[in-house]
């Protein structure tokens, strides 16, 4: 997914080395305040904690592995938005139930996974979560919406992942 941004980003902001890296700036600007978000669902309703999501942002922004990934045109950032805007997605689903917030769930998982491989194990983490913790009609709603997410990366699944299994069985010394 990444590489396809880039494409799109490279068409507006042109080919040059700081033109490339600005993608991945803005996109680990935008995580901080997504993790701002993320936080305070963490601990919604604890008014005692309300300073927890400014010093999650704080500390994501003045995180030395942050700022250099930040500074790289490479698809680390944008791993990590995505992963963020799952784990909001997910507890903005355990609190509202809403389908707004199912899709946005869905789709931020979906991106995830289309980012980088290693985002399966984010749902993965969810789905533990969703298996140990909650119980009847919602887990099996939450389990329907992490099937949700697994169906637009099912092509991806099938068209290169599977062959590259094969052609790595195949050239096995």
């Known amino acids: 997914l990444y ?3 880039l494409r799109a980003w490279m068409d507006i902001a042109g080919d040059t080395p700081l033109a490339m890296r600005y993608l991945s700036a803005l996109v680990s600007l935008m995580t901080v305040a ?12 604890s008014p005692e904690l ?19 990934l930040a500074q790289e045109a490479r698809n680390y950032s944008l791993y990590t938005f995505f992963a963020c805007l799952s784990m909001w ?9 809403s389908p707004g917030a199912a899709l946005w769930w869905a789709g931020g998982t ?35 919406v992490l099937a ?14 599977i062959p590259q299994a094969r052609n790595a069985i195949d050239n096995r010394l």
């Not at 997504?34 to 309703?45: C, F, K, N, P, S």
């Not at 999501?53 to 994501?60: G, R, S, Y």
């Not at 984010?122 to 533990?128: N, R, S």
């Open 148 to 161: 949700l997410s697994a169906v637009p990366v099912l092509p991806w699944f099938i068209g290169v992942t």
């Open 34 to 45: 997504l993790l701002y978000r993320v936080a305070g669902e963490m601990v919604r309703g």
């Open 110 to 144: 979906a991106a995830l996974v289309y980012t980088h491989y290693q985002g399966l194990f984010i749902p993965a983490v969810q789905g533990l979560h969703v298996l140990l913790i909650l119980r009847g009609r919602v887990r099996w709603q939450a389990i329907g």
């Open 3 to 5: 590489y396809v941004l």
């Open 50 to 68: 309300r300073a927890v999501p400014l010093l999650a942002a704080l500390l994501l922004a003045l995180s030395d592995a942050e700022i250099f």
């Open 89 to 97: 997605g997910y507890l903005r689903w355990l609190r509202l139930r």
